[in-house]
């Protein structure tokens, strides 16, 4: 079982080149969510999805595209890069849990994340 | 959701208890409150949660007050593994999917 894996974990990307950035998570999770960590900053929303086919802007969204086309695996794009998107990445899922289920329940679990330097 | 305050660092002797405090005032009836950890340069860990009523599991107590205006993390015996940022959130249940994590507090664990 490798929980919340993600690809690659270290880039270095020229101002206005594209990649893609994949998760992937074999525990059946339901939602999927793409954080970025600034340096001494906490984790702040991107995109984050509640099932296959399904997407949704977070906190920070701009700049950013994602699919879901499969559970298992969320994308996250970078089309045309900016060195303001120089950041740490980290994916997570979580079980959303079932009707009659203790409804707080909605623990996350992350990848070890991306170091994407935009030069 | 509500705003939480924490201190931005403390430090721990090793084998002693650690009790990390956090205010949430403005916390309303139906959010939880929630502790994450993130050990340097990994993605963040669940802790425990929690809506009003103590919890312990096998990582940490959280100790809530009765106005639920603030909480406390313990962790009971501290190792030097457990040196790591540590956030508290506060979130509606299971309907929210966001985790809005703020600086956290910098936890040093010393020998």
């Known amino acids: 079982n490798a929980g919340v894996t993600q690809t690659p974990k270290f880039r270095v990307l020229k101002t206005g080149q594209s990649m893609t950035l994949l998760c992937a998570q074999d525990?059946?999770?339901?939602?999927m969510y793409w954080y970025r960590q600034d340096p001494g900053m906490g984790l702040r929303l991107i995109h984050y999805?509640?099932?296959?086919?399904?997407?949704a802007k977070g906190e920070v969204p701009d700049g950013y595209n994602v699919s879901r086309l499969k559970k298992q695996n969320f994308l996250l794009g970078l089309e045309s890069a900016a060195p303001s998107q120089t950041s740490v990445y980290f994916c997570?899922?979580?079980?959303?849990?079932?009707?009659?289920?203790?409804?707080?329940?909605?623990?996350?679990?992350f990848g070890p994340g991306t170091r994407l330097t935009v030069l | 959701d509500a705003k939480t305050t924490q201190p931005p660092s403390m430090d721990c002797a090793e084998g002693r208890a650690a009790n990390l405090p956090c205010n949430h005032s403005?916390?309303?009836?139906?959010?939880?409150v929630y502790w994450y950890r993130q050990i340097h340069s990994q993605g963040p860990q669940y802790i425990i949660h929690?809506?009003?009523n103590n919890e312990t599991n096998e990582m940490a107590s959280l100790i809530i007050t009765e106005d639920r205006k603030s909480s406390t993390l313990i962790l009971p015996h501290a190792t030097l593994r457990d040196t790591a940022v540590y956030y508290c959130?506060?979130?509606?249940?299971?309907?929210?999917?966001?985790?809005?994590f703020g600086a956290g507090t910098t936890v040093t664990v010393r020998a």
């Open positions: 997570a899922s979580s079980y959303p849990g079932l009707a009659g289920e203790r409804r707080s329940y909605n623990e996350q679990f």
């Open positions: 959130i506060v979130r509606v249940g299971w309907d929210d999917y966001k985790l809005s």
């Open positions: 403005t916390i309303s009836g139906n959010e939880y």
């Open positions: 999805s509640v099932g296959e086919g399904t997407t």
């Open positions: 929690g809506l009003k």
């Open positions: 525990m059946n999770h339901e939602y």
